[in-house]
């Protein structure tokens, strides 16, 4: 009956539903999905599954076939025992039972009855913690001498899934979603703005490394309700006295220094309790971590493992930075520089000529046009370059990898952020100019960042699903006018296909090749559907979905938006108002972005936000800086103190930016980084180590 | 025969020899003395002696007297099991052997068969180890409830020795040293001037504190040659041409501070590496650490270990440091800083009025004596309030007591050593004098720091030994004296005793009571000992000794050093030059206390020098500011840029600083603070130890 209805319809109605999960058919029984792209060969398929199937016979493999995208599928899961010894394997922190003295641990699977819930199979490890498993389980999949398919060759010990993947011959590894937890996640965090995050549920379901990225964001936007109150009393009283003006410039300023480094230090503290609540405060050694799957390097044994691993040498990573990347970047950085002050100057230029009508109007917004385009060209080709040399740079570990790259990205985008405002605040000295300039920018590049993060991808990616939709229902009718047409051929037979919807377990198919060729792919549960029109199954939709691209570009934004709010501030007290704005938004727009838009991410281990808290230190330094700078260079100066030379005011000047700096470091020395009662309970779990050893 | 000669001659002779222990008859068997004041009442020995032997009989103890300072002894050791027994819960770091994975752990008694050399008796540990572990023993024993010794109300748990310790109730615990090693020392140490220090062995003999001073006066000596060599060449070449001179000058302030930041990175990893070495990279967790003897607090239940343990709220820390300490420390800085200028003034006066003759050479004399014994009086009532200070805050380890007390002293010693040089080069603004200045302040302190370090503490020393042979061989005389009376009264029954040197075994005296209260003291050795002439054991001679007072006043000493180096050296280029030859002595001469004049000191196990790295840091940071102050002050950026205004100058004399700063900071967080090979050997015992749990 609904496969009568008019494709259009049909197709839009999925395409529409924001819950198109309801629609769906759930995949069950799977941890890990990967998936092929289309004309994949079965040879390659044949080779890979006969290694898996041998070398790892702890996990668990059904292939399948989607028709609706007509790629093959593997689907990952595990053994519960297996999946034990994988969280030893990975050091997972889990709590111990109050009769061994409580607290947490790594887990290890020998002593596995010490911890607490463990007999519970469905809940000791959530889903998340599954798929890290069963992924790390799968990326243990290692070569061996002569291993070869096609034109690559294997050396010994190379992983074979990450190789394959650069290579493109797998067209993704991801998790599924659990619609449960979704559903959980979707009602207490996207839709409940009003409410605080639940950080603990996000980290069980999208790992430390997102949870601490959205701990950071609601942290941040807490903080900056300071300011955005201070600013706001500021903005009512501005204008009534001169005087009191001043005072309440060069006080906000100093406010906003202190804050900075204040908010900083309290951040450092609390990301530090987060990751001991979820177990990430302890990383391994560095050098015991496995490498990044793109490192590369000459096989020898390793120093520290006594097994053939790559290396690479430091000394030579270190010429390429120094000789290569720095020059290159610095080089980089001056174009852009000359570029952007060129268009000021050339739209200085046109300004002050104050043509009139149409054509001023077009001249005027001619160098905004060319900044615009250049700015959006140099952005795309300093990010290519970018990540040639960080990639070229070698580094051993992701976190290192990340860390490199997010250096090299901040420095261009502060240029590209700030030299505007620079050029106004010390080149033209124009503090109204400032203002304004600073208004636009936050404005508008909170709101093109929103869309373009937010909206635009959720709109894609219906699209994408319309389309599919649209193409199934057309298959359908299609395979209905055949199967009509074939009844009324030959009134015989019953047609017994059960099919799952779109997705045809491999084992069952009528080829007969397939079945010999991929024995033992069976398996794979049963499941009952009930046919109420052209479905999609949960994987099929997940793997079309686009992968979530990290939190990279979102920690970059923010990094910006506290320069904003920081460095010029003083100069636009209600900055802060719209950071705090954009910053509820953001939270729920970003949550938006996981919870419906994207695929589901692997969870990710990190001790604390990286580079990104160096680089919003540095960024505090430089608001001392600048802060100073606008005071000394505003007319306010000369106005508090009347009587005084240029070279005094600006020796006081320094004077006062070298007091707030060192004051600055020593509040960051003397408060601790990790608050007392973790640091006591770090000691606690120690003492009861060691006096279990004795 | 000997007894014969004139008392005077014989004290003079042993006094006037540096090698007295040669003349002494050897302690053996006596890893630790503890020692009581004279007239110490036998029930404190006797309440001591008994909870001992009740609750640390891993102890053995022997009670002697020493006859010649009249003073009781107790001399402790332990068996060799049990001495491995401490060395596990000292977690001493030892060489594991080779079929074992090879590598450094810390020794566990269980396995103690794993360990290189353990068999060894004699060797694996050395006498420093020894003596750590008895101490450690010793200091472990604990009251009960109801210990009470006259007055002393002990809590119970609290350590029974440091209180009495610190009551003076026990005159000193210290260990012994060992005439082998010693000898070995200052042939190839205190002697051996042109040679490298013997570091390791320095290390085994005086622990990793001292060792770890040495390295880096040896370190810093080395790496301060390079400033020596540009500076003598700068000053051969100086007054020959104006303008190179004015860039060599430039050029030299920005050498010394380049240099400051590669000298102090270049320290960080050697540190590193020798901690490692020396087993002390990886240190406890502070909160597991037994807190020092003399921290207070009310007893509860720890929430580390769950025993009763003194508590000490860090908020009551916080806050008498907050609004007390610093206001305090704030007054005494400032009043120093008024008494100062105020002489200066009075100095700049008087020299303005130029009166001739006696007269005038008195009153220009006056201000220096006014100075000179103001700055003692205030530097020594400082040192006392800066130690009550440090008292009060109350803190729970050593180390921690002696950073926050190294941060006091070192901001008072700033103000001391380096006002006379702000005040001549910023606000006389007079180079020549600042050159005249700073030559006579480095050299003067430095020949003053040896005397009074080396010189005198040694003069001292011989002049009480010197008094004790005198008053030792006059009681001979007696004696001889009395001996001849009562032969001749009486002229039988052979007198037995066998003297000890002036020592008695306790166990063997003629006083029965004694005998038995002390019953189980007896065991000691007997030395057989050839009588000829007055003589002291060991023990003895060492009891009577300076205590070493610690490397606290050498690191002192080096730090304003360095700060003359790099804050002016650029006005008096030979700076560098005589730190250098000052370090050469320096190094000999502390050596020469450690090894002639003072009692063998406890090793002590750190990780790295602790504050003092930070305040060398604080110090090349302010170097930066002050080089280039001195360029902006001079003349020198007149006529490096004659064209340009006041304000243009300083503005990029504030870029260049700033610059500076920024490439200073980079550089220090580029380079990695442990050496790549010490991270790689860390991993891979880590990487052994899990491999060994599975």
Redesign the interface.
Known sequence: KVLGKKPFASASRLAMSTQVWLNTIPTRNCDVLMTFPPKTDDAVLMWLLSRLRSRIPELVVHVRHHSNTNVYGFYFTASYENILKGADELALVKPVKEKFGGGKKEF?FEDRDCYEGVEDHLNFLNSQERQCIVKNILFSLRAREDDQLGKIKFGEGQGIVPILLSKKMIDQVLPLHNNDDMEFLRKTWVKAVAKSQPLDKICDYFGVKIAMYFAYLGHYTRFVSLPTIVGLIFWCLEKKNQFYDDIFFVAFAFLNVVWATLYLEHWKRQSAELAYKWGTLDTE????TEPRPLFHGRLQKS???GRQEPYYA?WKRNLFRYCVSMPVIAICLCTVFAVMWCLFELQDYINSKGMKGPPGFLLKLLPKIMLAVSIGVLDDMYKKIAYWLNDKENYRLDEQYENHLIIKIVLFQFVNSFLSLFYIAFYLQDMNRLKDQLAALLITRQIIGNVKEAVLPFVLSKIKLFKMGYKMTKDAEKKKKEEDEEKKKAEGGANEETSNGGVTEVANEASELRQRKFAGAEGGEQIEVKRSGPQLTQAEIEASQKEYEGTFEDYLEMLVQFGYVTLFSSAFPLAALCAFLNNIIEIRSDAFKLCFTFQRPFGQRVQNIGTWQDALEVMSVIAV?VNCALIGMSDLAERLFPGWG??ER??LI?ALE?IILIVKFLVAYAIPDIP?WV??????L??LR?DA?K
Do not use: G, S, W
Not at 285 to 288: G, K, Q, S, T, Y
Not at 679 to 684: G, N
């Open positions: 290890a050694d560095e050098l015991l120093t520290v493992t430091p800086m240029t070279t600006l020796v320094v070298h007392q640091a006591e309970e770090k000691a606690r120690e003492y060691r050893l």
